[in-house]
């Protein structure tokens, strides 16, 4: 399974266009050393580092800007509101939303997943629907569909994937009934690197009548998403996976679409009228914004969205490709080393196995080498199950690795092969 991968591997150029040892001084942390090592940061899918600029924008709101937002008629509140509603903006042109209307605050992928799950399900998922997800999901856009599911005795099924960690996308044709309300998938698997086609999905879909949530948690940060494009009618993402803040996320959602669901939770933001026997809801998106949110993180994820357009996407996908063609083929090299996920069209994240080795024992070798790693299921436990194997070892790459960090991963996998010789 994997030589014809091997095969099919070109030696390609360094891109000259990109100076990543320039693009590396943005980043502090990159600059530490772990017991006494260089770091090389390979657990990118998990969480991004953030550039000075994100680092410095959140210590400028809080030095001079801090204030809650929406309420206030006093300056710094209408300050804060704007600077807050600016990012709203910029996420909007970001992914060429139609309206800023259609870009919800939340505080990460799996929240937007669960507040789409809750409020799509209350008012269009009765007994006997079905919903349809994919073998290769994240425990976030799984479990909240089976709580759905399990609450209103509504039907769970899935896209199974092939030896490669490729959708078996006949099979589509073939799960949708007339029952089918909803596909929910992944734009790229943060466990297999797998890039789905999307925009086929989900004009499947479509032609079907069926709705499309699209969970861009790990296709956001590598290359342009364009939600009108791929005519998505959600779309969620997660802002630390590319470059912001914790606790900051995005649920978009065509604006006729959001029109009908119902708020999810209820609060101070979210209202037009309260008395005491009833409420009137806000127009959108803060129908959907109930509670004081991330102010900071989101202005900070304004901030990490200008960065990201600064480097420039194609910049960033054609880069991080060479960093995967060329990571492929130094682990191909090492006899031993089993690649899961060989799809066609892969982001860059490689999980791998070792013959005869538990990928705890290869992420704690690696992390004594200054290696950061990450080992175990990554959230996709039916992953795991589908290729029969407990946990796999994954590098995720970012524009800021290079290719001597590839040459570092290479090294420490060889010296986990030593230690258990
Ligand atoms: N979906 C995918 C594909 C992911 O990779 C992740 C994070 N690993 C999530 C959803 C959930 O993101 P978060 O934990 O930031 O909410």
Redesign the pocket.
């Known amino acids: 399974m994997i030589n014809n991968l091997k095969e099919s591997l070109v030696e390609e150029k360094v891109n000259t266009f990109f100076n990543v040892e320039a693009v590396r001084k943005d980043f502090p942390i990159l600059e530490r050393t772990i017991y006494g090592k260089p770091l090389v940061y390979l657990d990118n899918?998990?969480t991004t580092h953030k550039p000075k600029v994100v680092i410095e924008r959140l210590k400028e709101y809080y030095e001079s800007e801090n204030s809650n937002i929406h309420r206030g008629v006093h300056y710094l509140s209408q300050l804060a509101t704007n600077k807050f509603e600016e990012t709203r903006e910029k996420v909007r042109k970001f992914i060429n939303a139609s309206s800023v209307k259609e870009i919800i605050f939340t505080k990460?992928?799996?929240?937007s997943i669960n507040l789409f799950a809750s409020s799509f399900g209350r008012k269009f998922i009765s007994e006997g629907d079905e919903i349809i997800i994919t073998q290769m999901e994240?425990h976030?856009?799984i479990v909240p569909w089976q709580m759905l599911c399990e609450a209103n005795k509504a039907v769970l099924k899935y896209i199974p994937i092939d030896d490669n960690g490729e959708l078996i996308l006949s099979d589509l044709e073939k799960l949708i009934t007339p029952k089918t309300k909803l596909i929910s998938f992944?734009h790229v698997?943060?466990s297999l690197g797998t890039i789905n086609p999307a925009k086929e999905i989900i004009s499947i879909a479509h032609k079907h009548g069926i709705k499309v949530l699209l969970?861009g948690?790990?296709s956001i940060q590598h290359s342009k998403v364009d939600v009108r494009d791929l005519d998505a009618d959600f779309f969620v993402f997660?802002g630390?996976?590319i470059y912001g803040p914790t606790g900051t996320?995005v649920l978009y959602g065509k604006e006729s679409l959001l029109n009908e669901l119902p708020p999810y939770q209820g609060g101070g933001d979210m209202i037009r009228v309260v008395t005491m026997e009833k409420t009137s809801y806000n127009e959108l998106p803060y129908k959907f914004e109930a509670g004081t949110p991330n102010i900071a993180g989101i202005i900070g994820l304004g901030t990490a969205i200008d960065y990201v357009n600064t480097i420039g996407l194609e910049n960033i996908s054609n880069y991080e490709h060479e960093l995967l063609v060329y990571a492929e083929k130094k682990l191909l090299e090492i006899e031993g080393v089993k690649i899961i996920g060989t799809a066609k069209n892969k982001a860059a994240v490689i999980s791998f196995v070792l013959e005869g080795i538990h990928p705890h024992d290869v992420g704690t070798i690696l992390d004594s080498e200054g290696v950061a790693i990450r080992a175990g299921h990554h959230?996709t436990q039916p992953i795991m199950q589908r290729f029969g194997i407990p946990a796999t070892a994954r590098a995720s790459f970012s524009f800021y690795n290079t290719m001597e960090e590839v040459d570092q991963l290479a090294l420490a996998i060889k010296k986990v092969f030593e230690v258990f010789k």
């Not at 990460?108 to 929240?111: E, F, H, K, M, V």
């Open positions: 899918a998990a990460g992928a799996t929240d994240h976030a856009n992944l698997s943060n969970d948690a790990q997660s630390h996976k996320g959230c």
